[in-house]
C-alpha cells in the first residue's frame, strides 16, 4: 500500500478500504476499517464520522496501514488487534483462544431466557477459551457462580485477564474435558459448552484464515469420534448436575441427531436442537 498524499481520517479510510475490498468486499472492508480506527484512536463510529478531516500523524497512519495489510494477508483482524467484541463486551483474544462468534451469542442468549429471575445458579462452563461465556453469563446473571475449565494455560490467563478487565465474578481452572470424574453431590445447575466439534474431514472446505490461525485443539475433532468432548460432557452431568439441572450445547449440524439420540440414551429429558440465526441447527439442550 503505497503513502497518501495526505493524511486525514478520509484519506487513510480510502486507501485502506480499497486494499481490504479487493480480497474481502467492501461492505466487510468498511467494517475492517472502522474497528481498526476504533481501536488505534479511540474513537467511535460517531467521531470517525464527524472527524474526517482529521490529520492523524505519519506514525498512527502507518500503524493503520501495517495492520491492513496483515489483514490482507490472511490474519483474522481480531488477532491483529488483539481484541473482539462479543455480547456487547471487548474481550482479549490471543491464538491461544478462538475468535467468539456472533451464534455463540446466541447460546449465551437461551441461557439468560431460560434462567430469568433465578438466583444464585452454580455454572460450569467447559472449554471456556477467552472466558466469553462464562464472563457474559457471570455479568447477565449477577448472583450466580460461574466456573470455566480449560485444557489450554495460555488460554486460561486470557479469561481470567478478562474477567479482571471486565469485572466478572467468574473463576477459571485448569482441566481436561475428557478426564472429567463423577461427583459426589450435584455441584452445578447449568453445563454449558461449545467444545471442539469440526471433523477432520471438514477441514479442507474451511476459511484459510480459520485453519492457520485459530487454534486447532479448539477447534477439530477425530472423524471417528466426532462427539468426545459431548459424550464426556454428559456422561459427566449425570452426577454433576442437580435435579432438573440443564446442558447447553453449541453444536455441529453434521451431527444433531446422533447427538440428541445419544444424550437421550444417558436418560435426559426434553432434548431438543434449536436451529441458529442462519437456520443451522446449531443448539442442543436437555435436562437432567
Given amino acids: 500500500m503505497g503513502d497518501d498524499s495526505t493524511l486525514t481520517i478520509t484519506a487513510i479510510k480510502s486507501s485502506i478500504t480499497q486494499l481490504l475490498a479487493e480480497k474481502y468486499g467492501s461492505r466487510e472492508a468498511a467494517a475492517m476499517i472502522r474497528m481498526m480506527i476504533e481501536e488505534v484512536m479511540g474513537w467511535s463510529a460517531i467521531d470517525i464520522a464527524l472527524r474526517s478531516d482529521y490529520e492523524m500523524t505519519r506514525a498512527t497512519a502507518d500503524r493503520l496501514r501495517n495492520i491492513a495489510e496483515r489483514v490482507y494477508a490472511g490474519e483474522p483482524i481480531q488477532y491483529v488487534l488483539g481484541v473482539a467484541t462479543f455480547h456487547g463486551l471487548r474481550f482479549k483474544v490471543t491464538t491461544a483462544t478462538l475468535i467468539p462468534r456472533p451464534e455463540t451469542s446466541e447460546l449465551v442468549d437461551m441461557i439468560v431466557d431460560d434462567a430469568k429471575g433465578t438466583k444464585d445458579l452454580r455454572i460450569l462452563d467447559c472449554g471456556t477459551g477467552s472466558g466469553c461465556i462464562a464472563i457474559a453469563l457471570a455479568r447477565a446473571l449477577p448472583f450466580s457462580r460461574v466456573t470455566g475449565i480449560d485444557i489450554s494455560d495460555e488460554a486460561l490467563a486470557v479469561a481470567r485477564e478478562n474477567a479482571s478487565a471486565l469485572r466478572a465474578s467468574a473463576s477459571f481452572l485448569r482441566q481436561d474435558i475428557l478426564s472429567l470424574t463423577d461427583e459426589e453431590q ?66 455441529n449440524p453434521l451431527y444433531a441427531d446422533q447427538l440428541k439420540q445419544e444424550i437421550e440414551q444417558m436418560g435426559y429429558r426434553d432434548v431438543e436442537i434449536t436451529r441458529d440465526m442462519y437456520g443451522r441447527q446449531r443448539f442442543m439442550t436437555a435436562r437432567r
Fill in 186 to 251: 450435584p455441584a452445578y445447575d447449568i453445563i454449558v459448552s461449545n467444545p471442539p466439534y469440526i471433523a477432520e474431514h471438514e477441514r479442507s472446505g474451511m476459511e484459510p484464515n480459520v485453519v492457520e490461525h485459530e487454534p486447532h485443539t479448539a477447534l477439530f475433532v477425530p472423524d471417528d469420534d466426532p462427539l468426545r468432548f459431548y459424550t464426556a460432557i454428559g456422561h459427566y452431568g449425570l452426577t454433576a448436575l442437580s435435579a432438573g439441572g440443564r446442558l447447553y450445547f453449541e453444536i
